[in-house]
C-alpha cells in the first residue's frame, strides 16, 4: 500500500522528482545543442562527398557504340542530340518503337519530324510522341504506360549523361518488371576532373545533384498501384454521394 505524504495529492509527483526530471531533460538538450554543430559540419561532409562521387560518376559514362537491341526506345527531351541519338538506333534496328517523351504540344509530328530530319516513313510508322510529361517524373509515368500498353520488357533509354542517374532512379520506380538499357548522350567530356574546371558543368551538376537526392527519397516510399489509386478514387466518390 502506498503512503501519501502530508502535502501531495494521490497520483501526483514528489517535487523532488519533478526536479530531477527538468534536469534530465534540460541535460538532453544541451547535449543536443553541443552536438548541433558537429552534425552540421557531417552532413556538409557527407553531401560533398556526395556530389564528388556524383560528378566523378557522370563524367565516366560513355556512349555505347553498339548497345543490346531492346523491344523499344525511349528519349526524354531535353536537347535535340538526345533525339537524333534515338532516331538513329531506331534506324538501326535497335528497337522495334520509339517514344520521344516530354514534347512541347505547339510541336506537331509533321514540324518534329522537319526538325530532327528523321525519315518520313519511319516516324510515321514506328515513332510515337508523349506530350504530357512536363518533367522527369512526367516523363516516367507517361513511359511506364506506353510500355505496359505495349508489354515491352526490356526498354532502351536516352537522354543526357548528366541526366541518366536520376531518370533510371524514376523509372526505375514505375518500370520494376522492365529491364532499362541506360544510353548515356555525352555533349562534352566530364571524365579525369574536367568537371571541376567548367563553371557550367559544376552548376548543371549541382543542380542535378540535388534533384537526384530528391529522387532517392521518393525512391523508397512505395508507389500507390494505378489500379489503388482509380479504387481510392472510386471509393471517395461514392462515399461523397
Not at 502530508?6 to 523532488?16: I, M
Not at 523509372?171 to 529491364?179: P, Q, T, W, Y
Request: overall charge positive.
Amino acid at each position: 500500500m502506498k503512503v501519501v505524504r502530508s502535502g501531495e495529492t494521490a497520483g501526483e509527483k514528489p517535487p523532488g522528482d519533478l526536479h530531477v526530471n527538468k534536469r534530465a531533460k534540460g541535460g538532453v538538450v544541451a547535449a543536443l545543442l553541443r552536438s548541433l554543430p558537429i552534425l552540421v559540419v557531417g552532413a556538409a561532409m557527407a553531401f560533398a562527398a556526395g556530389f564528388g562521387w556524383f560528378a566523378e560518376h557522370i563524367g565516366r559514362l560513355t556512349t555505347p557504340e553498339n548497345p543490346p537491341s531492346a523491344d523499344a526506345i525511349i528519349v526524354l527531351t531535353g536537347g535535340q542530340s538526345r533525339i537524333d541519338a534515338a532516331l538513329g538506333l531506331l534506324k538501326s534496328g535497335k528497337g522495334k518503337r520509339l517514344l520521344i517523351s516530354g514534347v512541347n504540344p505547339i510541336a506537331d509530328r509533321k514540324s518534329l519530324q522537319a526538325a530532327t530530319g528523321g525519315d518520313k516513313s519511319l516516324f510515321s510508322c514506328c515513332v510515337d510522341i508523349d506530350y504530357a510529361a512536363l518533367d522527369t517524373i512526367g516523363n516516367a509515368e507517361e513511359s511506364a504506360k506506353w510500355v505496359r500498353n505495349h508489354a515491352y520488357e526490356r526498354v532502351i533509354l536516352v537522354t543526357n549523361n548528366y541526366h541518366m542517374p536520376r531518370s533510371l532512379l524514376e523509372m526505375g520506380r514505375f518500370l520494376e518488371a522492365s529491364v532499362l538499357e541506360p544510353y548515356p548522350v555525352v555533349n562534352s567530356r566530364l571524365d579525369e576532373g574536367r568537371w571541376m574546371a567548367n563553371r557550367d558543368a559544376l552548376r548543371v551538376l549541382f543542380t542535378e545533384y540535388t534533384k537526384y537526392l530528391g529522387a532517392l527519397a521518393r525512391h523508397v516510399v512505395p508507389l500507390r498501384s494505378t489500379q489503388d489509386s482509380v479504387a481510392v478514387v472510386e471509393a471517395s466518390t461514392r462515399a461523397t454521394r
